[in-house]
Structures are given as C-alpha cells and as structure tokens.
C-alpha cells in the first residue's frame, strides 16, 4: 500500500514550504524506514534549510539503503521487511559489509551535501520575475544540446518586456512629445533534439519531441560497484526534476552526476539551465562555460552562454557567443536575432538591423524578429518602416498588445490621432491589465481637451499603484484643470515614489500656491532649489511667495539672484521695486520702476508705483506726471499687474509668475 505523505510531502517541497515536507518525509521513513526517495527527498529539505549535518545523514542513509536494494520498473522498493525474515547471521554479514563501505560513502554523502548547499537557493522557490506589462516578451527557456546517447529537451517561457513611458501635457514635466514604444527583449530561443525540431503550444512555448519524451521516462540506471548509481541515473533523475520544474532537485541531481563522471556534458548544460530558471545566471555561465570545453562544437551551449551573459549586460561576450553559435549553425534565425538584440542594447543599430534582416530571411514567419526591427527603425527615426514592421508582426501574431500599443505611439508621432487612439484601445482590449496602454491613451486624450482623460489616468494608476510616473501624470491633469487639491495629493504621493523628482516639487509648490497655501509653497520652492539650485524661475516664485507673507527682504535676495541671471527681466524688476518700496528703499525701487519703464513705456502699473513712491520722497511734481500718465494708459488699456497701492500705504501686489 503507498505511503501517503510521499506526495505530500513533494508538493510541500515544491511550493517552499520545507518544514512541513521535512515533516511528512519523515512520516514516510517512520512507516517504512528503507525508503530511498523518502531519504533523498528529507535530505534534500534539510540542505535548504542550512541543516547540513542532518542532510549527510539522510544522504549517508539513502546511499546505504540503494546498496541493499535493486530497482523495480525504475522505483525502489523497501526491503525491511524481507530483511526480517533472514537469519542474525545474515544480518551481522550485511552490517559488516556496510561498515566497510560507511566511510566511502560518508565522504561522497558529504561532498554531495556540500556542494549541493553552496549552489542551490535557500529561500524556498523560485524567485519573482519582472512584471509582464502586456504579454509579450521573450522566453527565457534555453537551446538544448544534441548527443548522440539522448537527447533532452527543456520548455520555455515567457519573460517580461521592461517599458519607458513619458508625459507630454505641459512644460511642467520634462518630457517628449508622446509615449515612447515598449522596450524589446529577447528572441524565444528554439529547443532543438536529436529527434527534430520541437513543436510549438498554443502559447509559443515547446514541447518535447516523441524521443524526448521517451528519454523523460527514463528514472533508473544500473548502480556501480559501489551501489552509487550512475552518472545517466543521476542524469535522468534530474531530468524528470527538471521537467516537473522542481529546478533546485535538478540541481542536486545533476550535481551528483557530474560528482561521478566529470566530463558529463549533459550534466553541465541542464544544470546551467536550471540555474539560470533560478535565476543564478553567473552560475549558469560557468555551467555552460564547462559544457563548452567539453564539446566545443554545440552550437546551444554558446547560445545559451549568449543569452545569460546578455541578461547580466555583459554585451560584448553576448554577441561573440551568438557569433560563435552562428558560425556551427549558421541557419538558425533565432542565433541572428539574439545576436541582433545585443547589438541594440549597445546602440549599435544599423548592426542589429543586418542581424535582425538575416533572421527573417531564415524564418519569415520571425514575429519578433518584425517587432525589434520595427523598434530599431523608431530609435532611427524611420517611422513609416517601423510602423511596416509592426504591422507584419500582428499579422503573425494578431493578438500582440505590445506591437499594438508601439505602433500606437508612431502613429501619435506622425499626427494620426485617431489612428493612435485606436491602436491603444485595441491594446487595452487584448490586455485590460496594460497600465501604459491606458496612460498613453489618456495623455492622448488629455492633449485633446477630452474628459475621459481622467478616467484613464485613474486605471492606470490602479493597475500599478507604485508607478510614480502615472501619478504624476495625472497629478499634472488635475493641476492643469484647475482641481488642486488632487493635484496636491497626487504629487505628494509621487514625492513618496521618487523623492528627487525637482518636477513634482515644483508643481506641488505651484498648487500650494494657487490655494493659497504660501507656507507650504514656500517649503517646496525651497526643497526645489536644493536639487536645482541654479534654477532662477525657482527663486522667482519663491519671491513671490516670500513678499505675499511679507519677508520682503528674503524677497529681494531672490530677485537680485533672478537679476544676476536676467537682467532684463520686467516682471522681476517689477516685484523687485515693489519688495523695495516696502522695506523703505525709496531710491532703489524708484530705479527698478525707471528700469520698467524704461523697457516698456506704456507699463500703466511701473507709471503708479513711481509716482507712488515720488510722492513719499516728496517729488510732488513728478508723482503727478506719473500719476496722470497712468491713469491715461489706463483708460487706454493698457494697464499692467496687479492692483497698485496709493500714497494712503495700501498693499502692492507683485505680478505672478510662473
């Protein structure tokens, strides 16, 4: 009758939680003490728990019970009970056998444990990946090499695009025009056996061939002279590991292989790609870089070296390594696309475009190898062609939002508004998760005065609350609009997502003031001009904001900088006469409204502040020409600013600023 907590205890193992699986593992053991996978399996657990000497002695025990045991139809059955029924005699014979191997097998137990520990992850599962903005992307499953004893074959999936979106709504925000398009990524590379080329799923991932699936199956292997096993044992066990993507078992397992036969150049390769689905990509390196001198004529084994280097930005190694696999296989497009994307992370354009050209003459059915095309075209500048290339790729691949949502963004580039906003609809309709589909349809609409703009800003946002560019954006909306408040509580949001964004500062700082709020204004003008201390439109509004709760002396500190900088800047001067005026320095701010005037002679507002202030110097005849001249350009209109003061001492006010 089977033991229960076998089953249990694997799927305890395989979603992290290694306690419980240590627990039912040990159920299994209590049940039937000579059960070889219940050892393996607890020892493996005790590894990833950091419980070292534990997992010599369940490996220690598992290696001695597969000396006393025989597999059957490729599973180990326990023997306790048939060891029962022999004699003492046969007991004490088998115990003094056992002890002559205990201390070999000890030694190979420990470097197992040993070696097992340094290279496999702790953690408990596999570790997160990036998020998939809209579905398209590379997959980061791995050439598989050809031998002549068996071929193996490894699926794939799919890996994120990584995105760049900027806001084009005002001056407030630095930014281009429009969205940018989704960064590319990698080719999904082929899996190729000895059998054939594999068949591709509905989802663009492989599956095995009928050889391959032949070899999977594969779970036993004749035991050495040491009741060890074989390296090929060990080889198909962490084969059957692997399939069932239980990638740190695979590890141990290949591990153990390559401990027995050091030139198992199987054992290399599926262990580099187990380690790379962990995400140990150096790991995987050296793994490949071992299974490259053993056979340095396996074209996958530089591919895929290729691929891992270009995930750790090591370009140049990349593109040599999709050299080298191209000079052994020189019909594979996926080897030039690959090498054709490296390329392009160099910015080595016109490179990537031969390679991605070569791909498609390979496999004109290449969808991706359109879509980087198209992608490379657009950092050229060749609009109309990447928009060609992205219409192919969603003919091949219809379904596409990524190619919809890029040539959404060209076409808002080129003019063609509708056209745009069509594709980005069609984008979110095939992916109603696609955040930058929705923020771009909404900057769309933004710039086009339509209301929905807003809707979208808010789906975005909720999509992916932690985007500090969405909230941005829509803190810009709602600032444009007039609805400060939000703008505020949006910014201040943003602020906690980019702390360094001088932008948000600045636009929080603006909304503050717009409410009134010169307090709060003055906090942000200030922590603005830390990060941009050059900035003179800062320390013009800080002004502002430092004469309307009367510090008029900081004030006129940050005009005199603004002055430095522009000195023909009237409004400045304007202020600046004013912020004088106040503190009493007749003379001085007299000279800033000579300054006004004299660079606009129909100023009505620099003409009443100069009269104002001849009035107190006791230049009655001038405060009259001045006065009169203003009232005269006044009914004329063109008065300029603000409510002006009279001689009575009412308040001035400056001209805002933006």
Same mark, same amino acid.
């Given at each position: 009758m089977p033991v229960e907590p076998i089953p249990r205890g694997v799927a305890y193992e395989k979603v992290g939680r290694i306690d419980d699986a240590i627990v039912e593992f040990t159920k299994v053991l209590q049940i039937e003490p000579d059960h070889v996978n219940a050892a393996y399996s607890r020892a493996a657990c005790q590894n990833l728990r950091g419980e070292f000497e534990n997992a010599i002695d369940d490996y220690m025990r598992a290696l001695q019970l597969e000396q006393k045991q025989a597999p059957v139809n490729g599973i180990y059955t326990p023997t306790s009970s048939v060891r029962r029924q022999r004699s003492s005699k046969d007991l004490r014979e088998d115990e003094r056998e056992m002890d002559r191997d205990t201390e070999e097998i000890k030694t190979k137990a420990t470097l197992v444990a040993e070696e097992t520990s340094r290279i496999v992850e702790t953690n408990g599962g596999l570790p997160p990946g990036d998020r998939n903005v809209n579905g398209e992307g590379a997959q980061d499953g791995l050439q598989v090499p050809e031998r002549?004893? =068996?071929?193996?074959?490894?699926?794939?999936?799919?890996?994120?695009?990584?995105?760049?979106?900027?806001l084009s709504l005002d001056t407030d925000v630095i930014a281009s025009s429009s969205s940018p398009g989704i960064e590319p990524v990698a080719t999904s590379p082929t899996l190729r056996s000895k059998g054939g080329p594999p068949t591709a799923d509905t989802h663009g991932t492989l599956t095995p061939t009928q050889e391959d699936r032949e070899v999977g199956e594969e779970t036993s292997a004749p035991v050495d002279e040491n009741g060890l096993g074989t390296p090929d044992k060990w080889y198909? =066990?962490?084969?059957?590991?692997?399939?069932?993507?239980?990638? @740190?078992?695979? $590890?141990?397992?290949?591990? &153990?292989? $390559?401990?027995?036969?050091?030139? +198992?150049? @199987?054992?290399?390769?599926? =262990?580099?790609f187990s380690f790379d689905k962990l995400g140990h990509t150096e790991k995987a390196v050296e793994d490949y870089s071992s299974a490259i001198q053993i056979n340095t004529t396996n074209a996958n084994s530089y591919y895929n070296r290729g691929i891992a280097y270009d995930k750790m930005q090591v370009?140049?190694?990349?593109?040599?390594?999709?050299?080298?696999? /191209?000079?052994?296989?020189?019909?594979?497009?996926?080897?030039? +696309?690959? @090498?054709?994307?490296?390329? #392009?992370? &160099?910015?080595?354009?016109n490179l990537a475009l031969e390679d991605y050209m070569e791909a498609i003459k390979r496999n004109p059915k290449h969808s991706r190898a359109y879509y980087n095309r198209a992608f490379v075209l657009e950092r050229l500048g060749n609009f109309q062609e990447a928009i060609k290339d992205y219409t192919t790729a969603l003919e091949l691949e219809p379904?596409?939002?990524?190619?919809? +949502?890029? #040539?959404?963004?060209?076409?808002?580039?080129?003019? +063609?508004?509708?056209?745009?906003?069509?594709?980005?609809?069609?984008? /979110? $309709? =095939?992916?109603?998760?696609?955040?930058?589909?929705?923020?771009?349809?909404? /900057?769309?609409?933004?710039?086009?005065?339509?209301?929905?703009?807003?809707?979208?800003?808010d789906i975005a946002v909720s999509i992916e609350p932690e985007n500090a560019l969405y909230v941005k954006s829509r803190a810009v909306y709602n600032k444009e609009k007039g609805n400060y408040e939000s703008a505020v509580e949006d910014y201040t949001r943003a602020l906690e997502l980019a702390p360094k964004d001088a932008q948000c500062v600045t636009n929080r700082a603006y909304s503050y003031r717009k409410l009134g709020k010169f307090d709060l204004a003055l906090e942000d003008y200030t922590r603005a001009i830390g990060l941009q201390p050059k900035n003179v439109g800062l320390r013009s509004n800080r002004a502002y904001c430092l004469a309307h709760v009367e510090n008029f002396a900081a004030a006129i500190d940050d005009y005199r900088f603004v002055l430095s900088a522009q000195p023909n800047n009237i409004r400045v001067y304007h202020n600046l006469g004013i912020a004088l005026e106040r503190e009493n320095k007749l003379e001085e701010a007299k000279m800033c409204f000579d300054k006004v005037i004299d660079m606009d002679p129909r100023n009505a507002s620099a003409f009443f502040m100069r009269g104002t202030i001849c009035d107190k110097l006791k230049l009655v005849e001038n405060a009259v020409q001045d006065y009169s001249r203003a009232l005269k350009l006044e009914k004329g209109g063109k008065y300029h600013g603000a409510s002006a003061a009279n001689s009575n001492g009412t308040k001035h006010k400056s001209i805002e600023t933006r």
């Amino acid at each position: 009758m089977p033991v229960e907590p076998i089953p249990r205890g694997v799927a305890y193992e395989k979603v992290g939680r290694i306690d419980d699986a240590i627990v039912e593992f040990t159920k299994v053991l209590q049940i039937e003490p000579d059960h070889v996978n219940a050892a393996y399996s607890r020892a493996a657990c005790q590894n990833l728990r950091g419980e070292f000497e534990n997992a010599i002695d369940d490996y220690m025990r598992a290696l001695q019970l597969e000396q006393k045991q025989a597999p059957v139809n490729g599973i180990y059955t326990p023997t306790s009970s048939v060891r029962r029924q022999r004699s003492s005699k046969d007991l004490r014979e088998d115990e003094r056998e056992m002890d002559r191997d205990t201390e070999e097998i000890k030694t190979k137990a420990t470097l197992v444990a040993e070696e097992t520990s340094r290279i496999v992850e702790t953690n408990g599962g596999l570790p997160p990946g990036d998020r998939n903005v809209n579905g398209e992307g590379a997959q980061d499953g791995l050439q598989v090499p050809e031998r002549e004893e =068996r071929p193996v074959f490894s699926s794939s999936k799919a890996t994120p695009a990584t995105v760049k979106v900027k806001l084009s709504l005002d001056t407030d925000v630095i930014a281009s025009s429009s969205s940018p398009g989704i960064e590319p990524v990698a080719t999904s590379p082929t899996l190729r056996s000895k059998g054939g080329p594999p068949t591709a799923d509905t989802h663009g991932t492989l599956t095995p061939t009928q050889e391959d699936r032949e070899v999977g199956e594969e779970t036993s292997a004749p035991v050495d002279e040491n009741g060890l096993g074989t390296p090929d044992k060990w080889y198909s =066990r962490g084969l059957k590991s692997r399939r069932t993507e239980n990638y @740190r078992a695979a $590890i141990q397992e290949y591990t &153990q292989a $390559i401990l027995l036969d050091p030139g +198992h150049f @199987r054992a290399y390769f599926d =262990r580099a790609f187990s380690f790379d689905k962990l995400g140990h990509t150096e790991k995987a390196v050296e793994d490949y870089s071992s299974a490259i001198q053993i056979n340095t004529t396996n074209a996958n084994s530089y591919y895929n070296r290729g691929i891992a280097y270009d995930k750790m930005q090591v370009y140049d190694k990349a593109v040599e390594d999709f050299t080298s696999a /191209i000079g052994l296989d020189p019909t594979n497009a996926d080897f030039y +696309h690959n @090498r054709g994307f490296s390329c #392009r992370k &160099q910015g080595k354009y016109n490179l990537a475009l031969e390679d991605y050209m070569e791909a498609i003459k390979r496999n004109p059915k290449h969808s991706r190898a359109y879509y980087n095309r198209a992608f490379v075209l657009e950092r050229l500048g060749n609009f109309q062609e990447a928009i060609k290339d992205y219409t192919t790729a969603l003919e091949l691949e219809p379904r596409n939002a990524i190619a919809l +949502h890029n #040539r959404g963004v060209l076409y808002e580039r080129l003019g +063609h508004i509708e056209m745009a906003s069509r594709d980005y609809s069609a984008a /979110i $309709i =095939r992916d109603p998760e696609s955040a930058i589909s929705y923020h771009a349809r909404a /900057i769309l609409n933004a710039n086009r005065g339509n209301a929905s703009a807003l809707n979208d800003f808010d789906i975005a946002v909720s999509i992916e609350p932690e985007n500090a560019l969405y909230v941005k954006s829509r803190a810009v909306y709602n600032k444009e609009k007039g609805n400060y408040e939000s703008a505020v509580e949006d910014y201040t949001r943003a602020l906690e997502l980019a702390p360094k964004d001088a932008q948000c500062v600045t636009n929080r700082a603006y909304s503050y003031r717009k409410l009134g709020k010169f307090d709060l204004a003055l906090e942000d003008y200030t922590r603005a001009i830390g990060l941009q201390p050059k900035n003179v439109g800062l320390r013009s509004n800080r002004a502002y904001c430092l004469a309307h709760v009367e510090n008029f002396a900081a004030a006129i500190d940050d005009y005199r900088f603004v002055l430095s900088a522009q000195p023909n800047n009237i409004r400045v001067y304007h202020n600046l006469g004013i912020a004088l005026e106040r503190e009493n320095k007749l003379e001085e701010a007299k000279m800033c409204f000579d300054k006004v005037i004299d660079m606009d002679p129909r100023n009505a507002s620099a003409f009443f502040m100069r009269g104002t202030i001849c009035d107190k110097l006791k230049l009655v005849e001038n405060a009259v020409q001045d006065y009169s001249r203003a009232l005269k350009l006044e009914k004329g209109g063109k008065y300029h600013g603000a409510s002006a003061a009279n001689s009575n001492g009412t308040k001035h006010k400056s001209i805002e600023t933006r």
